[in-house]
Every structure is written in structure tokens, then in C-alpha cells.
């Protein structure tokens, strides 16, 4: 059984930064890891996904340029850089595993989420 936990959320001012972690549990080398968020009132949406082997990535284009996606395999561990923080970045960030693509349907694996507010 997989397990995923995340860590790193909090409170930052806009235009700052944060780095968020999602430690996994388990053999989910051959898929893709992916984050997702979901704002208050609004459904869950795809932030970014990496490829365990070859490191591809895929972004939203709400973050691009922003973000950057990253994993750690010794460690089993996928990163959020978070930069340029903005007020409509606030949500509750999943991490999502044993999947690929930007649908949330595709991923087996889901941590707890870790709350990010952005004020402004």
C-alpha cells in the first residue's frame, strides 16, 4: 500500500515562496507524481506532474514559470517550488501518485493535503 504524506504549506505574504514536500511510502517508481489543488468553492485542479524515471514535466498554465516540479528518487520525494506566490494560490495541495496526466481520475494515490494561503 502507498502512502503519501505532504508537509510545507503556510501562511506567506504574495510574491513570496514556499516549498512544499510529499514523501511517499511504497513502489511508485514507474508512474508519475502529480500535485493538485482545490480552493475553497472550487473543484480540484492539476498543478503539475514528473515522471519517477525520466523527470518529464507537466504544468497548468495558471503556474508555469512559477512553479517547478521536482523529485528526489533515493528518497522517494517530490518537491513543489513555489515562487511569486499570489492571493489565488490559495487552496489545499495534494499530492497524487501511481497515475500520469492532469486528470485527478488517473492517480491511485492520494495524500492529505497541506494548506497554502497567500496573503495579499
Known amino acids: 500500500q502507498v502512502q503519501l504524506v505532504e508537509s510545507g504549506g503556510g501562511l506567506v505574504q504574495a510574491g513570496g515562496s514556499l516549498r512544499l514536500s510529499c514523501a511517499a511510502s511504497?513502489?511508485?517508481?514507474?508512474?508519475?507524481a502529480g500535485w493538485f489543488r482545490q480552493a475553497p468553492g472550487k473543484e480540484r485542479e492539476f498543478v503539475a506532474t514528473?515522471?519517477?524515471?525520466?523527470?518529464?514535466?507537466l504544468y497548468a498554465d495558471s503556474v508555469k514559470g512559477r512553479f517547478t516540479v521536482s523529485r528526489d528518487n533515493a528518497k522517494n520525494t517530490v518537491y513543489l517550488q513555489m515562487n511569486s506566490l499570489q492571493p489565488e494560490d490559495t487552496a489545499l495541495y495534494y499530492c497524487a501518485a501511481g497515475g500520469w496526466g492532469t486528470s485527478e481520475s488517473r492517480y491511485a494515490y492520494w495524500g492529505q493535503g497541506t494548506q497554502v494561503t497567500v496573503s495579499s
Open positions: 514528473i515522471s519517477w524515471i525520466s523527470g518529464t514535466t
Open positions: 511504497g513502489r511508485i517508481s514507474s508512474s508519475y
